[in-house]
């Protein structure tokens, strides 16, 4: 059977990649205001029917090809909502060493073991939450971890998108969440589509987004143990080393990006789709990686030359 998946663009079908993040189904059962797999523009067209989309095991087979040519260590599982294809992700997280699913966690979650990490996406307190994510998603979701069996293994973490109009009430949902199972939180920040500037949820520049980082680094100073991104992290969120970051963008050279569209995957401009501002990126991925390259010496973002 042969590989199902077009690599162009940002990637090469000769580069390794460590990680991927893979789109496994366009269905998702909410309409997320924010999301930015549904924008216009991105493979996201779904049939009409879920099981339409490319079968499972000629998903299964291309993703085993690309992990051997690609030397595939960790894969993130996103969509849509993974959680509707459990039979696929089943046979699918045995494929990889390390694997890590997004969802809304609306519905319920499955044992993978304790080498699997969920992360769920919530939004804020409840009205902020359910604005953007639906009517009582907000219960639903703290129901489904409530109810985890105390024997459940796998890690669970919430993943929280900073916007322009949420970042003033995150110490809300930090508060909420550190009653439940959650094991920790991080904070990813709005992705703008390029030239967006006249949506209430995003900022017009970095200098603009500063104040929404402090208040993410007054949290983790708070509660450091619970708030996952590291000060460097957020310190390279602002002026003048997000320019440099997002210039030279560690995502595109470490994580494969695969989207589905139709029969076949396709890697689109970057994880976050074909039309993004990158210089105002506030991908956790993108900051994530920039800290742990300079941790290992590979860059030097107190360089004005770093990143040019």
């Not at 919530?122 to 994510?133: Q, W, Y």
């Not at 991908?283 to 004005?304: I, N, Y």
Request: glycine share 6%; aromatic share 8%; net charge negative.
């Amino acid at each position: 059977m042969s590989i199902q998946a077009n690599i162009t663009g940002n990637y090469s079908e000769s580069a390794q990649y460590p990680s991927a993040a893979v789109n496994i189904t366009n269905h998702c059962n909410l309409q997320c205001r924010h999301c930015f797999v549904f924008r216009e523009g991105n493979p996201n067209e779904a049939p009409a029917s879920i099981r339409d989309e490319m079968a499972d095991d000629v998903m299964l087979d291309t993703l085993e090809k690309l992990r051997d040519r690609h030397q595939i260590k960790q894969m993130l599982w996103m969509g849509g909502e993974p959680m509707l294809k459990p039979k696929l992700l089943k046979k699918g997280v045995r494929l990889f060493q390390q694997n890590t699913i997004t969802t809304n966690g609306t519905a319920p979650l499955i044992d993978f073991g304790e080498d699997l990490l969920y992360v769920i996406s919530m939004d804020g307190p409840e009205d902020l939450n359910d604005a953007i994510r639906g009517d009582g998603v907000y219960r639903k979701v703290l129901g489904n971890i409530e109810h985890l069996p105390p024997d459940f293994g796998s890690q669970v973490q919430v993943q929280t998108v900073v916007t322009r109009r949420n970042h003033q009430r995150m110490e809300e949902l930090v508060s909420s969440i550190m009653q439940t199972r959650v094991g920790w939180m991080t904070f990813s920040f709005m992705v703008p589509k390029n030239g967006e500037l006249d949506n209430p949820d995003v900022w017009g520049t970095n200098e603009e987004r500063v104040e929404a980082v402090q208040t993410i680094m007054e949290l983790k100073r708070k509660y450091p143990r619970f708030i996952r991104n590291s000060m460097r992290h957020l310190e390279l969120m602002m002026p003048p080393y997000a320019e440099r970051v997002t210039s030279t963008c560690p995502a595109l050279q470490s994580v494969l990006s695969l989207y589905l569209e139709g029969d076949h995957f396709t890697t689109p401009f970057c994880c976050y789709g074909n039309d993004v501002d990158c210089a105002r990126c506030g991908a956790w991925v993108v900051f994530h990686r920039a800290d742990r390259m300079e941790r290992a010496g590979l860059v030097d973002w107190e360089s004005e030359t770093q990143g040019g």
